[in-house]
């Protein structure tokens, strides 16, 4: 088995090696010397060795003496599950907004991301986290909308 | 030489007429407000204050943009600080020192190093300017496309040395950078460029959205895996912080280091005199400046001072320079100078070399705000502190799904599109995955903001001729790329004697 | 012609007043627009597009009397906003404010988005093209650059957005006198003039924002590609004068996504040609070195066709155009 920087080599040495691949296909230029494929491929290229080095080296420490097995010990107790859920509830947030509009889908999601992250103790926290989460989408709406002129995204519900 | 200062003294005491200084303390409190909000860049709270100024005389309009601009800069530091996610592009190096500082336990110290440093440097900055301008100007003209080539390349080699665990990622970590701006559309023909056919990919990554959702989400989510269910009040929890510090201390902390000041300042000018890098990326350079200068270089990121100094410094002293770009040239030397040119403009000022000249009082109102501004910060910060404390004692809870929202609102606003937004997701997951895999986040950044420009200059260079030799012998250029190898090469050297001398590489990850 | 001009459009606005009152009178809906209008500007603030619909926006705003807010949708050479506003309903609510990289980002084949996907509503500037040389060159007028350029084909060089309008102007003159540029590619005439004032490129296409310059011995005007010299600028020759056929200049107008309904149209329209004669933003115009140039829906339509056929050419001569 990879640590995990060899593991990250590995992952970058393959996006690298696939994305040159793809500037096979671009044209060249007419007007310049160089075509659109000529930068991509020299940074293409940085990027491919770069990560080569790092999975050498971790294929070379493997060899040689082992590297103490310190890094599970260090993701130990962390709350991976909760950023996980974080994570997936923002991209529900990000995929309603614009069938639900800026204001319904704010509310929403900081009305469930709150007692995610903390479970409030009593009804006073619960009436916390409400009063947060129609402050944070009726202000910002306002705020953007009526001073600054930021039109966000009203809704496909308003036939607009 | 003396007209000049006499000129400028009659200026500023126009300045500090009610006319002009209400709407420089308007611009400096919103410049406050939008450059501390995580997600609001200066920008866009100067796009905010344009429609506000059509309706006042120029100097007016543009001391107000002035206030915005310096307060900004300034403000980025405060959320910097206090929760690690820099409020701008220009406080990015800022919270590497800054927010351990305010996890020491010393949150006021963190932010009034800063707001000193920002004081400082800015006001060093724009009297070394206002004197300067020309001869400054006439270097940054002579820099054709090979020798913006050299200097970019310059930049983000330095960068490498940022890293303290390992130059190898440092330096993927700049790759990425720079082949993240190589998707989309190519900026010289306009060619689709490793789109998979996706209009979603065509107008690449834009850069707020991928920025925002690196360093929002890499500090946000590392804070929520370390909640636990049910702790309640998370970021209540520990000594309570305290912003009161003693202002002499603090102003002695900067004073007893004058090289550091002056080469942080230094460093933010001729980077802001350069068209087209601005604070973005002088501050991370000041930065490491301090880092490779200092005696104790492994004791930076662990919130000490000197950090906060070099980036706050240099940010300031970067709005100076680009100032006088645009004011010499009438070339802005970043988007916010850009808009300010588009005010001037509509005022029917048009800047360049002709504009000192034939509006003194404009040009040299524009310095006078500049310098006014500096003073009107520090006490909008000084009166709103007790503001940025409640915003700290929030519960993480509360405080996470505010900024998120507000993440998402800076993504969308600048280019109304939700594409944006979706970047904005996608770079997130990015920016937390590189956490873990302990890759620097800085160096990405660099590149992101460098990316166009080096190819573009490339390219340039090659259809001018295409000698490729032409970027050694020509003396600037050379010089850029041998600075270049040899700040690898020292980063390498001083990498392995830490490592002979610490025994075993360290591993520790939480260096954004 | 001016006066004639006006009188036309006054009749026209007349016209177009009484059609759209009694098309919304016989309408149930409510009236358009009850909500902000959203102006798509395809380029970042500040840019030169930028600076010529952000005096306009308040005057659209008064004479429709409702919010007119600007939208800055920049991206690979505005062709993003354009796909924006293609995709927004046809309601009004989403106007779009093109120039004319919309003819030549079709043909260089940087976007399938054309022209006809939009209404046309109004055009209300023109901003001629002035050929720049940079101070480091020994020409004094045209005569001696045309006699260098045919001395050294291919070595004069020129800054110019590829692809784009900049470099169509250029690419006119060439033709028009049987002579060679290299370009070089500088995005925006801001680039463009740092690199010339450095004497990195040696010709570029600007225009009268630049006259400051001009006057400091920074830059000199070669020619401008108008019908009639510029008062403004009252030396500088027309490329008709010297005797070539060149004429270019860039326009920009308000569209609407195709199908936006006629009464609405028509509503949009008054306003344009209400706000497009305010003395203020003939004021503004000038000092952006633009001439308020107004079209009604039929003329810019007209226009449209005109110079898409123009630009179908001239790519197809420059080799720029995508085959599809």
């Known amino acids: 088995m990879l640590s995990r920087d060899g593991v990250t080599g590995l992952v970058f040495l393959a996006l690298s090696l696939f994305l040159l691949a793809l500037t096979r296909g671009l044209p060249e230029s007419t007007m310049v010397p160089v075509g659109a494929g000529f930068y991509p491929r020299i940074v293409l290229g940085i990027m491919a060795v770069l990560s080569a080095i790092m999975l050498v080296r971790d294929l070379r420490a493997r060899g040689g003496a082992r590297a103490p097995a310190a890094a599970p010990a ?20 990000v995929a309603l907004l614009p069938g639900l509009g800026f204001r319904i889908a704010t509310f929403l999601f900081v009305l469930v991301l709150q007692p995610v992250l903390d479970p409030p103790p009593g009804w006073r926290r619960w009436a916390l986290v409400f009063v947060v989460a129609l402050a944070t989408a009726l202000f910002t709406h306002l705020v953007f909308e009526h001073y600054l002129s930021v039109l966000l995204p009203r809704g496909s519900w308003t036939g607009v | 030489m003396e007209i000049i200062y006499t000129q400028l003294f009659g200026s500023i005491l126009d300045m500090l007429h009610f006319k002009y200084l209400l709407p420089l303390l308007f611009g400096t409190i919103a ?23 059509f309706g006042l005389d120029p100097l007016q309009g543009l001391a107000a943009m002035t206030g915005v601009y310096v307060g900004g800069s300034a403000g980025g530091s405060i959320t910097a600080s206090l929760i690690g996610i820099p409020g701008t592009p220009s406080a990015v190096a800022t919270t590497f020192d800054g927010f351990p500082m305010t996890r020491n336990g010393e949150p006021g110290r963190a932010i009034w190093v800063g707001v000193w440093a920002a004081f400082l440097g800015g006001a060093l900055g724009g009297i070394f300017l206002i004197a300067s301008t020309g001869p400054l100007a006439a270097v940054a003209l002579e820099f054709g496309p090979w020798e913006y080539f050299s200097l970019f390349v310059f930049a983000l080699s330095m960068v490498a040395g940022l890293v303290g665990t390992s130059i190898t990622k440092g330096l993927l970590s700049g790759a990425i950078g720079l082949v993240i701006t190589v998707i989309g559309t190519d900026p010289i023909m306009g060619v689709p460029r490793l789109t998979l056919g ?10 707020l959205p991928v920025l925002i959702g690196i360093f929002a989400f890499a500090q946000l989510m590392s804070d929520i895996e370390k909640m636990r269910r049910g702790a309640g009040g998370v970021a209540a929890a520990g000594p309570t912080p305290r912003l009161w510090v003693s202002q002499a201390k603090v102003l002695w902390e900067i004073l007893s280091r004058p090289f550091l000041l002056v080469w942080s300042t230094l460093i933010g000018v001729l980077i802001g005199v350069l068209p087209g890098i601005g604070g973005s990326a002088a501050n991370v350079m000041a930065y490491d400046q301090a880092k490779k200068f200092s005696r104790h270089p492994e004791k930076f990121g662990t919130g000490i001072p000197e950090g906060i100094i070099a980036s706050e410094a240099s940010n300031n002293a970067n709005v100076a320079g680009s100032l006088v770009t645009i004011m010499a040239f009438g070339i802005p030397g970043d988007a916010v100078t850009a808009v300010m040119l588009g005010a001037m403009t509509i005022h029917g000022i048009q800047p360049g070399p002709l504009f000192i000249s034939q509006h003194p009082a404009v040009a040299y109102g524009i310095y006078a705000a500049y310098l006014v501004s500096l003073p009107l910060m520090v006490l909008t910060i000084a009166a709103g502190s007790r503001l940025w404390m409640r ?11 505010i900024v998120l929202v507000l993440c998402v609102i800076g993504a969308y606003a600048l280019n109304n599109i939700m594409d944006d937004v979706y970047v904005l997701l996608l770079f997130g997951l990015a920016g937390y995955a590189m956490v873990k895999l302990g890759i620097p986040l800085a160096p990405l950044i660099l590149g992101l903001i460098l990316g166009d420009q080096i190819e573009v200059n490339l390219v340039r260079a090659i259809a001018n001729d295409p000698n490729p030799w032409l970027f050694i012998t020509h003396p600037i250029s050379g010089g850029l790329l041998a600075a270049s190898v040899g700040s690898v090469v020292l980063a390498l050297w001083q990498h392995r004697r830490h490592q002979q001398r610490a025994g075993m590489p360290e591993d520790e990850d939480n260096d954004f | 012609m001016p006066s004639l001009h006006t009188k036309e459009t006054k009749t026209m606005k007349r016209i177009i007043a009484a059609v759209s009152c009694a098309l919304v009178a016989a309408s ?12 798509i500007v395809p380029w970042a603030a500040g840019g030169d597009t930028d600076n010529i619909f952000r005096p306009f926006a308040p005057l659209l705003q008064k004479h429709l009397a409702q919010t007119v807010v600007i939208a800055n949708v920049g991206g690979a050479s505005g062709t993003v906003g354009e796909r924006e506003a293609k995709n927004a309903p046809a309601d009004g609510y989403t106007v779009f404010a093109p120039h004319d990289f919309v003819h030549s980002a079709y043909y260089t084949g940087v976007t399938d988005v054309r022209y006809t996907d939009f209404d046309p509503i109004c055009m209300i500037s023109s901003t001629p093209s002035v050929i720049t040389a940079s101070p480091k060159t020994p020409w004094k007028a045209w005569a001696q650059l045309q006699a260098d350029a045919k001395a050294r084909p291919g070595q004069i060089t020129v800054g110019a957005s590829l692809g784009s309008t900049s470099q169509f102007s250029m690419a006119l003159v060439e033709k028009a006198a049987g002579i060679k540029f290299k370009y070089i590619p500088y995005d925006g005439l801001a680039p463009r003039m740092n690199a010339i004032l450095g004497g990195h490129i040696d010709l570029t296409d600007s225009n009268l924002t630049q006259k400051s310059k001009v006057q400091a011995g920074l830059l000199k005007f070669i020619a401008i590609m108008s019908e009639k010299r510029n008062p403004e600028i009252p030396d500088v020759p027309t490329m008709k004068e010297l005797g070539f056929n060149v004429v270019y200049a860039v326009s920009r107008g308000l569209m609407v996504p ?32 633009t001439e308020v140039r107004f079209l009604d829906r039929k003329g810019y339509a007209q226009f449209l066709k005109d110079n898409d056929a123009l630009y179908k050419e001239i790519s197809d001569e420059l080799g720029l155009t995508k085959k599809r």
Do not use: H, W
């Open chain 1, 74 to 93: 260090q993701g130990a107790g962390l709350n991976y599950r909760l950023v996980a859920i974080t994570f997936g509830l923002f991209g529900f947030y």
């Open chain 3, 28 to 39: 149930a809906s409510a009236a358009y627009p009850d909500r902000p209008v959203k102006l």
């Open chain 2, 198 to 207: 996706t209009d979603f990919l065509r107008g690449g990554f834009p850069f």
């Open chain 3, 258 to 289: 195709k199908g936006t309904p006629e009464a609405v149209q028509a509503t949009l329209a008054t306003a344009c040609v209400a706000a497009a004669k305010e003395p203020a933003f003939a004021n503004s115009m000038t000092l952006q070195g």
């Open chain 2, 31 to 53: 410049g406050v407000i939008g450059g501390a909000l995580p997600g609001i860049t200066i920008t866009m709270t100067i796009i905010m204050v344009l429609p506000f100024t």
């Open chain 2, 391 to 401: 915003v700290i004692s929030v519960p993480k809870s509360i405080l996470i799904p």
